[in-house]
């Protein structure tokens, strides 16, 4: 080591709180604050403060002196060991990129198998399946609340035909799947399941993850179908399930993501997906499994918006939040379940549909966040998202955007290269603590279900929407080609991707010859006796699956369970 370095070590250790020479960091940066603060005033700043997207007052300096209670060995550790701030992973990127993943999927089974092995043909490893809104909704295609969603925003599922036709030539114990589903999703799964057992693959075999947040969907996206109770009973079932029987399947991916898109903060998206965590945990452990058998294969997504530094600080604090409530609240010892390994895809509500080639580079800065915060998987919304389904060419720059990331620009040489970074290490316990007391306040009012239930959680995000939408009317948030730089160098319109009538059409024609090929009679037996197991306590999943290789359409299943649950109506005053 050279003779400079050991005397720094030496000064600094001989005089704590000094930069090594004898000179005090804290009084020069507050020396630095006044005279940049005389200046600024002199000349005139471009606005009087500055906030992170979440709200967060951000100050022109960050030093020592802001992490005057931070503890790099306890706060931050080191990669791969708890509590995991710096990477769930000892080597990160230097060892494997992160997955690729784009969210795809619309028309029929056919129509949704093409575009999936045109993305593996262009370097996509795992695939992540849109369905569309009466398939969320476990309606059936002839359903008449049905009519013109039929494979418009995601494939058409009716049964577990179809979920074969899906993976037609796609192996499901190589290819692992991400299910955008979640009040349906335990019947999706088992259709997946039977999918893969009708390609010779045993449940133990099959790779892949499932969202099966539905406590979100009464927050953020709106497609529940049954009360929150029996939701989470559902939810939890298919989770001990697939800890039994599917190990190698994620059987829910706890979700920010949509909490996010509704318009929430950051601190918000954190707590309150934290808080449904622990309702789904609590509910599993109540069914008699140890956390530490389960608790390893909970996954996650969240959403990056384009605060870049808040993005960043917001994966680091995540981990560092969900690894000390896992032991502190759930006894977990196994290092794997404290582990908060996620997913994460760009921000689709931040794409807009004025000069959308300008979401290029949106999406890119916002999945270099992802990838500096250190995800494991990512996506990103394509640039014509805010106008239609995406193109094969908006897809195909997505991935490719991902690729120069991960091969070109030299942030995967390192393991988290900006820790260290005075702001970001302030701004990750910011986040932490925000979320912690947001998380505390949803613990006093009885839980996330109960928070749910009263509305207050709805309310927190609705007001938050309205703030920010404001800002952006009011030109105080600048989002270039809707309220500033508006004007447009675009000779031509974009091409936009429609689905057509021809896609209804063939999926209620496929329908009607599934339901004319089976044996009824093993359906309406199967289809009983799921509703006397949803009467009583015992676990859905088996009766599920009975339905499901009977071959029972996914409308008459949750149909089945409509009848004994009911159906949810939200509040009429929040």
Not at 372 to 383: E, K, P, T
Not at 513 to 518: C, D, G, K, S, Y
Request: some cysteine; hydrophobic content about 40%; charged content about 25%.
């Amino acid at each position: 080591m050279p003779k400079y370095a050991d005397d720094v070590i030496s000064e600094t250790a001989a005089t704590p709180g000094t930069t090594g020479h004898g000179r005090d960091y804290a009084s020069e940066q507050r020396r630095w604050e006044e005279r940049a603060l005389r200046r600024a005033l002199k000349r005139g700043e471009r606005q009087e403060g500055f906030l992170t997207g979440s709200g967060i007052e951000v100050a022109p300096l960050y030093g020592p002196a802001d992490l005057e209670n931070h503890d790099p060995l306890s706060d931050e550790g080191f990669p791969g060991e708890m509590p995991f701030t710096r990477g769930v992973q000892t080597t990160m990127y230097r060892g494997r990129l992160w997955s690729i993943r784009q969210y795809a999927g619309y028309g029929t089974a056919g129509d949704a198998n093409e575009r999936f092995r045109f993305l593996l043909t262009h370097g996509q490893k795992g695939l992540s399946v849109a369905f569309d809104l009466p398939t969320q909704m476990g309606l059936d295609s002839d359903d008449p609340r049905a009519v013109g969603e039929v494979g418009q925003v995601g494939v058409a599922i009716d049964s577990v035909t179809d979920m074969v036709d899906l993976f037609d030539a796609i192996p499901l114990d190589a290819v692992s799947t991400s299910m955008t589903i979640n009040a349906p999703a335990p019947v999706l799964v088992a259709m997946y399941i039977v999918a893969a057992e009708r390609q010779g693959v045993p449940a133990e075999a099959v790779m892949g993850t499932a969202q099966n947040d539905v406590l979100k969907e009464y927050v953020a996206r709106g497609t529940y179908i049954y009360p929150p109770r029996p939701s989470l009973r559902l939810a939890a079932d298919l989770i001990a399930h697939c800890a039994k029987h599917a190990p190698k399947f994620n059987a829910i991916s706890l979700s920010g993501y949509h909490i996010r898109e509704a318009g929430s903060t950051a601190p918000q998206e954190m707590a309150f997906a934290v808080a449904n965590a622990c309702e789904y945990v609590a509910a599993v452990v109540e069914r008699g499994v140890a956390v530490d058998d389960f608790a390893a294969k909970l996954s996650w997504i969240f959403n990056t918006h384009t605060d870049f530094f808040e993005e960043i600080a917001k994966y680091r604090a995540l981990r560092r939040l969900w690894a000390r409530l896992m032991t502190e609240r759930f006894g977990a010892t196994d290092p794997r379940s404290l582990m908060l390994r996620t997913h994460t895809q760009t921000g689709g509500s931040t794409l807009t549909a004025q000069q959308p080639e300008n979401n290029i580079v949106r999406a890119a800065i916002q999945a270099l966040a992802a990838v500096l915060g250190g995800v494991q998987s990512l996506a990103l919304s394509c640039y014509d998202e805010a106008l239609s389904i995406p193109t094969e060419k908006a897809q195909r720059i997505a991935v490719r955007t991902q690729q120069i990331i991960g091969e070109e620009i030299g942030v995967t040489n390192t393991v988290d290269p900006l820790g260290g970074s005075y702001f970001v290490e302030w701004l990750t316990d910011e986040l932490e603590r925000r979320a912690t007391a947001l998380l505390a306040e949803v613990d006093a009012r009885g839980g996330a279900v109960a928070c749910i239930e009263s509305g207050w959680m709805q309310e927190q995000i609705q007001d938050e929407a309205y703030r920010a939408e404001l800002a952006v009317v009011s030109g105080e948030k600048v989002v270039v080609g809707v309220n500033r730089y508006t004007e447009s160098e675009e000779a031509n319109p974009p091409v936009i991707f429609r689905t057509d009538d021809r896609a209804g059409k063939q999926q209620l024609e496929r329908l009607q010859a599934h339901r004319e090929q089976r044996d009824s009679t093993a359906v309406a037996a199967t289809l009983e006796r799921l509703q006397v197991v949803a009467s009583g306590t015992d676990e859905l999943m088996p009766a599920i699956l009975d339905a499901v290789r009977a071959d029972a359409t996914l409308g008459e299943i949750c149909g089945t369970l409509r009848d004994v649950f009911g159906e949810y109506q939200p509040p009429t005053t929040i």
